[in-house]
């Protein structure tokens, strides 16, 4: 009786029939293969910068958002309609692992996400959950991801994600957004060992939320490492990269073992230049740049066997069209055109004007066509 097992028994036992991928661009430049042009999405694609996301998510809590796999795939599609993108990100939030394990958080309008209780001690980590049931506590993602997956009828892959546990750490300690991470940091200063109690609980369920997601339908997995500049190189070898290569490898093993398919990963370390040479030997297919390293540093760095993704400024889409253009004429000059997704460095702020992101899409389309193959 199939209706009658687990939902992630009936994942792994019966993987969903999808209409077929026509759009295959951006996993084949994730895979290291050979594009006829450079696949191109932005970070923060689905966001507050389209008129129409703002409607939908008009009065809505955020969470409350999240948690409607029917509004998340909306929220989705949105860009696609409006922009060739060479993929889809499904809406949703890195801050959803917190809550899977145990922690309150709500989004502040004008504020951001807010943790009204953040660990303080060592001691609050008994408040976590110890063993999350992923399919429990974020199925909600799942449906999203398979609703969306539907929806898109094939056009462009869809991208699931979760933050690092460094990241989501910064979160659960800061209470919020913060400037300094100081008090995330000092307990990697003051107390290692509880750190990395955290950073493993977190990777466990990271993990598990990955593979879920992949079973769900996502065809890439983006890990999103945003504070990863907060650390030195130092911290970072020891609290970060250990566990950004501990999930590459064991989200693989699973979805082998589960006879799902293998999806290429991406990794993005905000501003960890110095890491980029290890990042680009974790067990991603794909490394994500923010834009304060230039294209020609970070394939030195990388290898020419790795995919690089990124990296204009975000804040040059406030420039004049005609310079969106030129920039982007750089950028595919410099990264080249194979082994390539373009995307931006982070990602877009609400006070970008929607046109300017179609001149981007567009001229990377144009440039990288009218390049060739180099
Ligand atoms: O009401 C709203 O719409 C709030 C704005 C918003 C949006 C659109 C937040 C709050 N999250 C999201 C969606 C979101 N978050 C996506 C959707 C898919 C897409 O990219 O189109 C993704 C991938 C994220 C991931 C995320 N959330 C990251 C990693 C990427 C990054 O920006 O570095 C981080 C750090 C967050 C936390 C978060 N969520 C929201 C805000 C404002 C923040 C940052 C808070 C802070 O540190 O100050």
């Known amino acids: ?91 949703s939030d890195i801050l959803v692992v917190p809550q899977a394990l145990g922690m309150e958080v709500t989004m502040v309008p004008g504020k951001g996400p807010t943790f009204p209780e953040p660990l ?10 110890q063993s999350v049931d992923v399919n429990a506590e974020l199925g ?13 009828e094939g056009k462009v892959p869809l991208i699931g994600f979760s933050g690092a546990p460094w990241t989501l750490m910064t979160y659960m300690i800061e209470g919020g957004g913060s400037n300094t991470m100081s008090k995330a940091k000092r307990w990697l200063y003051q107390y290692p060992e509880a750190s990395h109690k955290l950073l493993t609980l977190l990777t466990d369920v990271i ?20 504070h990863a500049g907060y650390l030195g190189a130092m911290q970072f070898n020891e609290f970060a990269l250990p566990y950004i290569r501990d999930i590459s490898k064991r989200v693989k093993a699973k979805l082998k073992a589960s006879s799902l398919p293998t999806v290429p990963m991406i990794v993005f370390a905000k501003d960890a230049h110095y890491a980029i040479e290890d990042l680009s030997q974790s067990g991603y297919e794909v490394v994500g740049l923010d834009w304060t390293v230039s294209p020609k540093v970070a394939r030195e ?7 690089l993704q ?21 950028m595919i000059d410099d990264f080249g055109t194979q082994h390539y997704i373009a995307n931006l460095g982070h990602g877009l702020y ?8 179609g001149a981007f899409v567009e001229a990377v389309h144009n440039h990288s066509r009218h390049t060739g193959k180099n």
């Open 207 to 226: 993990v598990d939320y990955l593979v879920g997601q992949v079973a769900a339908g996502a065809q890439a997995l983006q890990v999103f490492e945003s």
């Open 120 to 129: 303080k001690e060592p001691e609050d980590l008994v408040k976590l959950c």
């Open 140 to 152: 909600y993602v799942f449906s999203a991801i398979t609703l969306t997956r539907h929806k898109l």
């Open 310 to 330: 990124g990296n204009m400024d975000p804040c040059a889409l406030y420039a004049p069209k005609e310079k969106i253009g030129e920039i982007v004429k750089k």
């Open 1 to 91: 009786m199939w209706y009658s097992i687990s939902l992630h028994t009936a994942f792994v036992l019966r993987p969903h029939t999808f209409p077929e991928l026509k759009n295959d661009a951006f996993v084949k430049a994730a895979r290291g293969e050979e594009t006829d042009y450079v696949p191109v999405w932005c970070m923060r694609q689905a966001g507050r910068y389209l008129p129409e996301f703002r409607e939908t998510r008009a009065g809505q809590d955020f969470f409350v958002t999240c948690r409607t796999p029917e509004i998340c795939c909306e929220l989705t599609l949105q860009p696609l309609r409006r922009f060739p993108f060479d993929a889809a990100i499904i809406f």
């Open 350 to 357: 609400p006070d970008m004007d929607p046109d300017h992101v």
């Open 301 to 307: 760095k990388a290898g020419n066997s790795i995919t």
